[in-house]
């Protein structure tokens, strides 16, 4: 049976629900080629596991992200683009420059 609260229900079940309303997102604009845009998804779990695993960020799955790649001459595809991301979007998780 689920217990109901009035109006003096516990904090911790105010900023449970709180929590619950918050879901961050990952957005990317630009101009992606399908494998890219396959390998942000990629890079969102492995940075949510990496951040989760070392407890870097608590915040993460509730903070919002947003990528934009603007078209230019280079292609963007291959390891080299995904761990970029990785290394750019764990900085701005934990707000330490990359080295």
Known sequence: MKKLYGQNRPDSVVNEEKDKEKSGTFTHT?????????????????????????????????DSYHLHVPMGATPKDGPSAGVSLFASLVSSAISRPVA
């Open 30 to 62: 630009g101009r992606l080629g399908e494998v890219f845009a396959e390998s942000t998804q990629v890079v969102k779990l492995a940075a949510f596991n990496f951040l989760e695993e070392f407890d870097l960020c608590k915040n993460f799955d509730r």
